[in-house]
Protein backbone atom coordinates (compact mmCIF):
# COMPACT_ATOMS: atom_id res chain seq x y z
CA UNK A 1 0.00 0.00 0.00
CA UNK A 2 2.37 2.31 0.91
CA UNK A 3 4.58 1.33 -2.66
CA UNK A 4 7.60 -0.08 -1.08
CA UNK A 5 8.49 -3.82 -2.71
CA UNK A 6 9.27 -5.97 -0.17
CA UNK A 7 10.30 -9.82 0.06
CA UNK A 8 10.40 -11.72 3.20
CA UNK A 9 11.43 -15.10 4.52
CA UNK A 10 15.17 -15.35 3.09
CA UNK A 11 16.57 -16.83 5.52
CA UNK A 12 20.35 -16.48 5.38
CA UNK A 13 20.15 -12.64 4.16
CA UNK A 14 21.70 -10.73 7.02
CA UNK A 15 24.42 -12.50 6.82
CA UNK A 16 24.63 -12.11 2.79
CA UNK A 17 24.25 -8.86 2.80
CA UNK A 18 26.68 -5.96 4.00
CA UNK A 19 26.38 -2.17 4.85
CA UNK A 20 26.75 -0.65 1.59
CA UNK A 21 26.10 -3.47 -0.86
CA UNK A 22 23.98 -2.60 -3.69
CA UNK A 23 20.86 -4.14 -3.45
CA UNK A 24 17.58 -4.92 -6.08
CA UNK A 25 14.21 -6.17 -4.35
CA UNK A 26 12.23 -8.03 -6.47
CA UNK A 27 8.48 -8.05 -4.76
CA UNK A 28 6.88 -10.05 -8.06
CA UNK A 29 9.61 -12.54 -7.93
CA UNK A 30 9.87 -12.59 -4.16
CA UNK A 31 14.08 -12.03 -4.77
CA UNK A 32 16.89 -10.06 -3.60
CA UNK A 33 19.98 -9.16 -5.64
CA UNK A 34 23.34 -8.45 -3.87
CA UNK A 35 25.42 -6.52 -5.37
CA UNK A 36 24.00 -6.62 -9.07
CA UNK A 37 26.08 -6.27 -12.29
CA UNK A 38 25.70 -3.87 -14.73
CA UNK A 39 23.67 -5.79 -17.04
CA UNK A 40 21.67 -7.28 -14.10
CA UNK A 41 21.02 -3.22 -13.73
CA UNK A 42 20.12 -2.61 -17.07
CA UNK A 43 17.76 -5.51 -17.05
CA UNK A 44 16.05 -4.78 -14.04
CA UNK A 45 15.96 -1.13 -14.98
CA UNK A 46 13.91 -2.36 -17.99
CA UNK A 47 11.58 -4.49 -16.05
CA UNK A 48 11.05 -1.67 -13.49
CA UNK A 49 9.78 0.49 -16.41
CA UNK A 50 8.02 -2.02 -18.03
CA UNK A 51 6.35 -2.31 -14.61
CA UNK A 52 5.47 0.62 -13.78
CA UNK A 53 3.75 1.52 -17.46
CA UNK A 54 1.80 -1.77 -17.07
CA UNK A 55 0.67 -0.28 -13.72
CA UNK A 56 -0.26 3.37 -15.14
CA UNK A 57 -1.55 1.56 -17.83
CA UNK A 58 -4.45 -0.37 -15.62
CA UNK A 59 -4.66 2.45 -12.67
CA UNK A 60 -6.46 4.26 -15.56
CA UNK A 61 -9.68 1.88 -15.50
CA UNK A 62 -9.12 1.61 -11.58
CA UNK A 63 -11.73 4.03 -11.13
CA UNK A 64 -14.15 2.36 -13.39
CA UNK A 65 -16.76 -0.20 -11.87
CA UNK A 66 -15.76 -3.88 -12.56
CA UNK A 67 -18.24 -5.80 -14.85
CA UNK A 68 -17.95 -9.37 -15.89
CA UNK A 69 -18.05 -9.75 -19.75
CA UNK A 70 -21.79 -11.06 -19.23
CA UNK A 71 -22.42 -8.28 -17.15
CA UNK A 72 -22.29 -9.08 -13.64
CA UNK A 73 -20.72 -6.31 -11.51
CA UNK A 74 -18.43 -6.87 -8.87
CA UNK A 75 -17.50 -4.56 -6.09
CA UNK A 76 -13.65 -4.21 -5.31
CA UNK A 77 -12.65 -2.92 -1.77
CA UNK A 78 -9.51 -2.24 0.37
CA UNK A 79 -7.75 -3.30 3.05
CA UNK A 80 -6.32 -1.05 5.32
CA UNK A 81 -4.30 -0.46 8.66
CA UNK A 82 -3.39 3.28 8.77
CA UNK A 83 -5.65 6.31 8.37
CA UNK A 84 -2.89 7.60 5.67
CA UNK A 85 -3.60 4.63 3.41
CA UNK A 86 -6.68 6.34 2.51
CA UNK A 87 -5.42 8.32 -0.77
CA UNK A 88 -4.42 4.69 -1.88
CA UNK A 89 -7.79 3.33 -1.41
CA UNK A 90 -9.12 6.57 -3.50
CA UNK A 91 -6.62 6.27 -5.92
CA UNK A 92 -6.86 3.05 -7.10
CA UNK A 93 -10.31 2.80 -7.44
CA UNK A 94 -11.22 1.04 -4.09
CA UNK A 95 -15.26 1.03 -3.94
CA UNK A 96 -15.07 1.24 0.07
CA UNK A 97 -13.02 0.00 3.01
CA UNK A 98 -13.59 -3.73 3.51
CA UNK A 99 -11.06 -4.40 5.60
CA UNK A 100 -9.83 -1.58 8.24
CA UNK A 101 -7.55 -3.26 10.54
CA UNK A 102 -7.05 -1.26 13.63
CA UNK A 103 -4.47 -2.66 15.37
CA UNK A 104 -2.02 0.06 14.87
CA UNK A 105 -3.38 2.71 16.61
CA UNK A 106 -3.19 0.02 19.92
CA UNK A 107 0.59 -0.46 18.92
CA UNK A 108 1.58 3.29 18.85
CA UNK A 109 -0.46 4.31 21.13
CA UNK A 110 1.24 4.52 25.06
CA UNK A 111 -1.26 3.34 27.09
CA UNK A 112 -4.48 2.17 25.65
CA UNK A 113 -6.14 4.57 22.80
CA UNK A 114 -8.80 6.43 24.27
CA UNK A 115 -12.81 6.51 22.83
CA UNK A 116 -11.96 9.76 21.51
CA UNK A 117 -8.60 8.79 19.66
CA UNK A 118 -10.34 5.71 17.94
CA UNK A 119 -13.53 7.78 16.96
CA UNK A 120 -11.45 10.76 15.88
CA UNK A 121 -9.62 8.20 12.84
CA UNK A 122 -12.54 6.28 12.71
CA UNK A 123 -14.80 9.58 11.66
CA UNK A 124 -12.24 11.05 9.30
CA UNK A 125 -12.24 7.45 7.35
CA UNK A 126 -15.89 7.41 7.03
CA UNK A 127 -15.75 11.30 5.76
CA UNK A 128 -13.10 10.64 3.48
CA UNK A 129 -14.78 7.46 1.81
CA UNK A 130 -18.65 8.21 2.35
CA UNK A 131 -20.90 6.98 0.55
CA UNK A 132 -18.91 4.06 0.34
CA UNK A 133 -18.71 1.25 3.12
CA UNK A 134 -15.87 1.44 5.58
CA UNK A 135 -15.63 -1.73 7.64
CA UNK A 136 -13.79 -1.07 10.85
CA UNK A 137 -12.70 -4.28 12.86
CA UNK A 138 -12.46 -4.32 16.44
CA UNK A 139 -8.72 -5.34 17.90
CA UNK A 140 -7.03 -8.66 16.62
CA UNK A 141 -4.33 -8.50 19.11
CA UNK A 142 -2.85 -11.01 21.05
CA UNK A 143 -0.03 -13.52 21.00
CA UNK A 144 3.13 -11.43 20.53
CA UNK A 145 1.19 -8.26 19.47
CA UNK A 146 0.16 -6.81 23.02
CA UNK A 147 0.07 -3.25 23.75
CA UNK A 148 1.97 -2.55 27.20
CA UNK A 149 -1.14 -1.72 29.05
CA UNK A 150 -2.41 -5.22 28.98
CA UNK A 151 -1.00 -7.66 31.12
CA UNK A 152 -0.88 -10.74 29.88
CA UNK A 153 0.72 -14.24 30.20
CA UNK A 154 3.10 -15.59 27.68
CA UNK A 155 1.42 -18.21 25.32
CA UNK A 156 3.38 -20.77 24.03
CA UNK A 157 1.00 -21.19 21.08
CA UNK A 158 -0.25 -17.54 20.30
CA UNK A 159 -1.76 -17.96 17.16
CA UNK A 160 -4.38 -20.37 19.42
CA UNK A 161 -4.29 -18.05 22.28
CA UNK A 162 -5.85 -15.16 24.11
CA UNK A 163 -6.33 -13.64 20.73
CA UNK A 164 -9.01 -10.58 19.24
CA UNK A 165 -12.49 -11.32 20.07
CA UNK A 166 -11.23 -13.80 22.86
CA UNK A 167 -8.70 -11.29 24.17
CA UNK A 168 -11.50 -8.46 23.67
CA UNK A 169 -14.37 -10.43 25.74
CA UNK A 170 -11.75 -10.75 28.69
CA UNK A 171 -11.38 -6.97 28.69
CA UNK A 172 -14.78 -5.73 28.04
CA UNK A 173 -14.54 -2.14 28.92
CA UNK A 174 -11.91 -2.12 25.93
CA UNK A 175 -14.38 -3.56 23.67
CA UNK A 176 -17.15 -1.44 24.94
CA UNK A 177 -14.89 1.93 24.39
CA UNK A 178 -14.25 0.28 20.38
CA UNK A 179 -17.91 0.16 20.00
CA UNK A 180 -18.98 3.49 21.09
CA UNK A 181 -16.06 4.98 18.88
CA UNK A 182 -17.25 2.94 16.04
CA UNK A 183 -20.87 3.87 16.76
CA UNK A 184 -20.17 7.48 17.36
CA UNK A 185 -18.21 7.55 13.71
CA UNK A 186 -21.05 5.82 12.27
CA UNK A 187 -22.87 8.96 11.27
CA UNK A 188 -20.34 10.15 9.03
CA UNK A 189 -20.20 7.58 6.59
CA UNK A 190 -21.38 4.52 5.89
CA UNK A 191 -19.82 2.21 9.00
CA UNK A 192 -19.73 -1.45 9.43
CA UNK A 193 -18.39 -2.90 12.17
CA UNK A 194 -16.52 -6.15 12.05
CA UNK A 195 -15.46 -9.31 14.85
CA UNK A 196 -12.62 -10.98 13.94
CA UNK A 197 -11.65 -15.14 14.67
CA UNK A 198 -15.10 -15.94 15.47
CA UNK A 199 -14.88 -19.70 16.73
CA UNK A 200 -18.57 -20.40 17.63
CA UNK A 201 -21.87 -18.18 18.21
CA UNK A 202 -21.37 -17.69 21.93
CA UNK A 203 -18.93 -15.37 20.91
CA UNK A 204 -20.99 -13.61 18.70
CA UNK A 205 -23.67 -13.61 21.15
CA UNK A 206 -21.74 -12.21 23.95
CA UNK A 207 -19.85 -9.14 21.74
CA UNK A 208 -23.66 -8.16 20.73
CA UNK A 209 -24.56 -7.86 24.84
CA UNK A 210 -21.86 -5.51 24.99
CA UNK A 211 -22.71 -3.71 21.81
CA UNK A 212 -26.25 -3.75 23.20
CA UNK A 213 -24.92 -1.85 26.60
CA UNK A 214 -22.27 0.68 24.07
CA UNK A 215 -25.69 1.79 22.50
CA UNK A 216 -27.49 1.67 25.68
CA UNK A 217 -24.69 4.27 26.96
CA UNK A 218 -24.75 6.35 24.06
CA UNK A 219 -28.89 6.71 24.29
CA UNK A 220 -28.35 7.42 28.06
CA UNK A 221 -25.82 10.47 27.19
CA UNK A 222 -28.18 11.56 23.90
CA UNK A 223 -25.10 11.00 21.39
CA UNK A 224 -26.10 10.08 18.08
CA UNK A 225 -25.16 6.91 16.08
CA UNK A 226 -26.70 4.88 13.40
CA UNK A 227 -29.25 2.43 15.07
CA UNK A 228 -28.80 -0.24 12.05
CA UNK A 229 -25.27 -0.01 11.87
CA UNK A 230 -24.37 -3.34 10.31
CA UNK A 231 -22.73 -6.39 12.08
CA UNK A 232 -20.35 -8.77 10.48
CA UNK A 233 -17.85 -11.53 11.97
CA UNK A 234 -14.84 -12.68 10.05
CA UNK A 235 -15.03 -16.49 9.17
CA UNK A 236 -11.35 -17.53 9.68
CA UNK A 237 -11.56 -20.53 12.33
CA UNK A 238 -12.58 -23.99 10.44
CA UNK A 239 -15.00 -24.01 13.85
CA UNK A 240 -16.90 -20.75 12.06
CA UNK A 241 -17.00 -22.31 8.80
CA UNK A 242 -18.61 -25.52 9.91
CA UNK A 243 -20.98 -23.59 12.09
CA UNK A 244 -21.73 -21.17 8.88
CA UNK A 245 -25.53 -21.54 8.45
CA UNK A 246 -26.32 -21.10 12.28
CA UNK A 247 -23.95 -18.01 12.60
CA UNK A 248 -25.42 -16.25 9.61
CA UNK A 249 -28.53 -16.04 11.41
CA UNK A 250 -27.04 -13.76 13.63
CA UNK A 251 -25.28 -11.88 11.65
CA UNK A 252 -25.55 -8.93 9.08
CA UNK A 253 -21.93 -10.18 7.02
CA UNK A 254 -19.33 -12.19 6.78
CA UNK A 255 -16.13 -11.55 5.53
CA UNK A 256 -13.74 -14.71 4.52
CA UNK A 257 -10.17 -14.26 6.19
CA UNK A 258 -8.28 -16.51 3.97
CA UNK A 259 -4.98 -15.36 6.09
CA UNK A 260 -6.46 -17.33 9.05
CA UNK A 261 -8.33 -19.80 7.62
CA UNK A 262 -5.18 -21.08 6.11
CA UNK A 263 -3.36 -21.48 8.68
CA UNK A 264 -5.69 -22.86 10.89
CA UNK A 265 -7.48 -25.68 8.65
CA UNK A 266 -4.07 -26.30 7.50
CA UNK A 267 -2.15 -26.22 11.07
CA UNK A 268 0.37 -23.76 9.38
CA UNK A 269 1.89 -21.24 11.30
CA UNK A 270 1.64 -18.42 8.72
CA UNK A 271 4.70 -16.83 10.46
CA UNK A 272 6.80 -20.29 10.48
CA UNK A 273 9.18 -20.10 7.53
CA UNK A 274 10.13 -23.97 7.70
CA UNK A 275 6.53 -24.46 6.94
CA UNK A 276 5.56 -21.92 4.63
CA UNK A 277 5.69 -23.68 1.44
CA UNK A 278 2.49 -25.75 3.16
CA UNK A 279 0.30 -22.21 3.35
CA UNK A 280 -1.43 -23.46 0.56
CA UNK A 281 -4.11 -20.99 -0.62
CA UNK A 282 -4.90 -23.26 -3.24
CA UNK A 283 -5.53 -26.36 -1.39
CA UNK A 284 -8.71 -27.82 -2.33
CA UNK A 285 -9.76 -28.17 1.65
CA UNK A 286 -9.65 -24.24 1.41
CA UNK A 287 -11.65 -23.91 -1.98
CA UNK A 288 -14.45 -26.65 0.25
CA UNK A 289 -14.89 -24.60 2.78
CA UNK A 290 -14.99 -21.05 0.93
CA UNK A 291 -17.68 -22.63 -0.91
CA UNK A 292 -19.22 -23.79 2.29
CA UNK A 293 -19.35 -20.16 3.37
CA UNK A 294 -20.72 -18.89 -0.02
CA UNK A 295 -23.82 -21.09 0.27
CA UNK A 296 -24.34 -20.34 3.95
CA UNK A 297 -24.18 -16.78 3.81
CA UNK A 298 -26.49 -17.21 -0.03
CA UNK A 299 -29.01 -19.53 1.59
CA UNK A 300 -29.13 -16.36 4.27
CA UNK A 301 -29.71 -13.66 2.41
CA UNK A 302 -26.72 -12.37 4.17
CA UNK A 303 -23.79 -9.81 2.80
CA UNK A 304 -20.44 -11.75 1.65
CA UNK A 305 -16.70 -10.78 0.50
CA UNK A 306 -13.54 -11.89 1.00
CA UNK A 307 -10.90 -10.00 2.47
CA UNK A 308 -8.01 -12.38 3.02
CA UNK A 309 -4.42 -12.22 0.84
CA UNK A 310 -6.31 -15.01 -1.70
CA UNK A 311 -8.84 -11.68 -2.95
CA UNK A 312 -5.57 -10.33 -4.57
CA UNK A 313 -4.20 -12.52 -6.21
CA UNK A 314 -5.26 -12.76 -9.90
CA UNK A 315 -4.68 -15.71 -9.92
CA UNK A 316 -7.33 -16.85 -7.88
CA UNK A 317 -9.95 -14.24 -9.39
CA UNK A 318 -11.57 -16.41 -12.14
CA UNK A 319 -12.53 -19.33 -9.18
CA UNK A 320 -13.32 -17.11 -6.37
CA UNK A 321 -16.02 -15.30 -9.14
CA UNK A 322 -16.60 -19.20 -9.96
CA UNK A 323 -17.73 -20.05 -6.21
CA UNK A 324 -20.17 -16.93 -6.12
CA UNK A 325 -18.29 -14.71 -4.61
CA UNK A 326 -19.09 -10.55 -5.80
CA UNK A 327 -17.02 -8.73 -3.15
CA UNK A 328 -13.38 -8.62 -2.63
CA UNK A 329 -11.55 -6.45 -0.34
CA UNK A 330 -7.62 -6.26 -1.54
CA UNK A 331 -4.48 -4.25 -0.88
CA UNK A 332 -4.95 -0.91 -2.42
CA UNK A 333 -2.49 -1.22 -4.89
CA UNK A 334 -3.94 -4.78 -5.90
CA UNK A 335 -7.59 -3.46 -7.04
CA UNK A 336 -6.69 -2.20 -10.31
CA UNK A 337 -5.52 -5.68 -11.34
CA UNK A 338 -8.00 -7.45 -9.77
CA UNK A 339 -10.76 -4.90 -11.74
CA UNK A 340 -8.78 -6.05 -14.78
CA UNK A 341 -9.52 -9.71 -14.51
CA UNK A 342 -12.90 -9.13 -13.23
CA UNK A 343 -13.31 -7.13 -16.77
CA UNK A 344 -11.65 -10.69 -18.62
CA UNK A 345 -14.29 -13.10 -17.99
CA UNK A 346 -18.17 -14.29 -18.18
CA UNK A 347 -19.51 -15.54 -14.91
CA UNK A 348 -20.18 -18.50 -16.73
CA UNK A 349 -16.76 -19.74 -17.56
CA UNK A 350 -15.64 -18.12 -14.15
CA UNK A 351 -18.12 -20.81 -12.33
CA UNK A 352 -16.85 -23.35 -14.96
CA UNK A 353 -13.31 -22.71 -13.81
CA UNK A 354 -14.24 -23.33 -10.51
CA UNK A 355 -16.27 -26.47 -11.44
CA UNK A 356 -13.14 -27.83 -12.82
CA UNK A 357 -10.51 -26.66 -9.74
CA UNK A 358 -12.58 -28.22 -7.48
CA UNK A 359 -12.12 -31.97 -9.39
CA UNK A 360 -8.53 -31.28 -8.82
CA UNK A 361 -6.91 -33.04 -5.58
CA UNK A 362 -4.06 -31.38 -4.99
CA UNK A 363 -3.06 -27.33 -4.57
CA UNK A 364 -0.24 -27.46 -7.00
CA UNK A 365 -2.97 -29.21 -9.48
CA UNK A 366 -5.07 -26.15 -8.71
CA UNK A 367 -2.34 -23.99 -8.79
CA UNK A 368 -0.95 -24.81 -12.12
CA UNK A 369 -4.72 -24.53 -13.82
CA UNK A 370 -5.24 -21.14 -12.23
CA UNK A 371 -1.79 -20.20 -13.55
CA UNK A 372 -2.79 -20.91 -16.66
CA UNK A 373 -6.40 -19.41 -16.53
CA UNK A 374 -4.86 -16.21 -15.71
CA UNK A 375 -2.05 -16.21 -18.54
CA UNK A 376 -4.77 -17.09 -21.13
CA UNK A 377 -7.06 -14.04 -19.54
CA UNK A 378 -4.57 -11.14 -19.48
CA UNK A 379 -1.41 -12.55 -21.67
CA UNK A 380 0.58 -9.57 -20.44
CA UNK A 381 0.81 -11.13 -16.55
CA UNK A 382 2.38 -13.95 -17.93
CA UNK A 383 4.76 -12.19 -20.46
CA UNK A 384 5.67 -9.72 -18.15
CA UNK A 385 6.19 -12.41 -14.50
CA UNK A 386 3.50 -10.62 -12.75
CA UNK A 387 2.36 -14.31 -12.19
CA UNK A 388 4.50 -16.92 -12.48
CA UNK A 389 5.49 -20.57 -10.68
CA UNK A 390 7.18 -19.60 -7.44
CA UNK A 391 10.83 -19.66 -8.05
C1 LIG B 1 -7.26 -12.93 7.32
O1 LIG B 1 -7.00 -13.61 8.31
O2 LIG B 1 -7.44 -13.40 6.18
C2 LIG B 1 -7.38 -11.46 7.44
C3 LIG B 1 -7.78 -10.72 6.44
O3 LIG B 1 -7.05 -10.90 8.62
P1 LIG B 1 -5.56 -10.69 9.15
O4 LIG B 1 -4.62 -10.94 8.00
O5 LIG B 1 -5.54 -9.31 9.66
O6 LIG B 1 -5.44 -11.72 10.24
MG1 LIG C 1 -7.21 -12.88 10.28
Do not use: W
Request: aromatic share 6%; glycine share 8%.
Amino acid sequence: ALQIPAVVGLETITDLVKEGDLLIVDGNAGEVVINPDDSDIIRYQERQLEHEAYVSSITKTGHLPATTLDGHRITVQANMEFLEEVTAVIDNGGEGVGLYRTEFLYLRSKGLPSEDDLFEDYRQVAEIMAPNPVTIRILDLGGDKVPSDLEMSKEINPALGLRAIRLCLQEPDMLKTQFRAILRASIYGKVQLMVPMVSGLQEVLDAKLILEKAKEELDQEEIDYNQDIKVGIMIEVPSAVAMAEILARHVDFFSIGTNDLIQYALAIDRDNEQVAYLFQPFHPAILRMIQQVVNAAKNAGIGLSLCGEMAGDPLCTPFLLGVGLDNFSVNARAIPLIKTVVRSITLEEARNDFKNVMALGTANEVRNYALERTKSLIPELGEKGYVQNPG
